[in-house]
């Protein structure tokens, strides 16, 4: 491999080489947003739409069932965001004390982290369904008199399987994060602030929680940005009548009638927006604030 002194040189080599695979990644992914904003803009020459409009984006800030689905998605990904935030900060404050006495805990931490989301799905449907493990072990145990009397958790009106799935596989996700920071970080300042007299609560409140604040929040925005634009959880989990948006886009780009496209586009370009927000938000509150720590 070619070698120079030069740093400019070296940067040069480094991004000649790295070239051909950003430009056919983001190539793809810059045209794929071009495509998207220029069909939502009702401009489909295929069925004869050459104008620009914005009429379908009205048509769409008009709609019940948009803004029914999109406080739908926003609150699946509200509540399992904080869930999985909630129970990853318990289970980091309590796994930080045995994780430096055995690596076997910390990889049971994060043994769900590879497993895609889809496998995760499908297990929640095994077992969770009126159909599923749970409910023939309730009827075999006598519980309930007919396995169709388990409670409704897999597509239901109120999206609890998809709330379950994502819970089960984001939890390690802030956990991890939060853990990193517990470990190397807060042990001296905590112990510094208990010389000094500080309780249980003032170390917490004055070491633990702003330490861990930074990865917390970060990793929770990525988490909801996730949840927010994912389609296949819902997808598997969700019920027919209460669409997320992605599952919206999706059925609008499914319709044999081509005049339903610009729709689709249009709600993946509002997806997109979200999620850029949600984007600038991370780097915002997640990368300054930790930077501000540092």
């Known amino acids: 491999m070619f070698y120079s002194k030069s740093k400019s040189i ?119 369904g009126q159909s599923g493990l749970i409910s023939r072990l309730a009827y075999w145990a006598g519980i309930i008199q007919q396995p169709s009397q388990f409670p409704i958790w897999v597509t239901d009106q109120f999206g609890i399987g998809i709330v379950l799935e994502y819970v089960w596989k984001e939890v390690p996700f802030i956990a991890v994060s939060v853990l990193s920071i517990l470990k190397s970080w807060t042990v001296p300042y905590e112990k510094q602030l208990q010389l000094l007299g500080a309780n249980r609560w003032q170390r917490w409140r004055f070491a633990t929680f702003p330490f861990m604040l930074p990865a917390l929040l970060s990793s929770s925005i990525i988490v909801f940005a996730y949840t927010f634009g994912s389609f296949e959880v819902p997808y598997i989990l969700g019920s027919v009548s209460m669409p997320t948006l992605p599952i919206l886009a999706y059925q609008a780009y499914l319709n044999p009638d081509l005049s339903y496209r610009p729709e689709a586009m249009a709600i993946n370009t509002i997806i997109t927006i979200i999620s850029m927000i949600l984007i600038i938000l991370y780097i915002k509150w997640g990368g300054g604030y930790a930077a501000k720590r540092q």
Request: proline share 3%; charged share 5%.
């Open 10 to 128: 070296r940067l040069l080599i480094s991004a000649g080489m790295l070239f051909p695979a950003l430009f056919i990644v983001g190539g793809s992914f810059i045209a794929g947003l071009i495509i998207c904003g220029i069909q939502s803009l009702d401009y489909f020459p295929l069925i004869g739409k050459r104008t620009l409009s914005l009429h379908v984006y009205i048509g769409i800030f008009q709609s019940a069932v948009f803004y029914r689905s999109l406080i739908f998605s926003l609150g699946i990904s509200l509540v399992a965001t904080v869930l999985a935030a909630l129970i990853a900060v318990i289970l980091a404050l309590w796994l930080r004390k045995y994780v430096s006495q055995g690596g076997w805990l910390h990889f049971l931490l994060q043994f769900n982290l590879p497993i895609p989301h889809v496998v995760g799905a499908i297990a929640i449907l095994i077992l969770f």
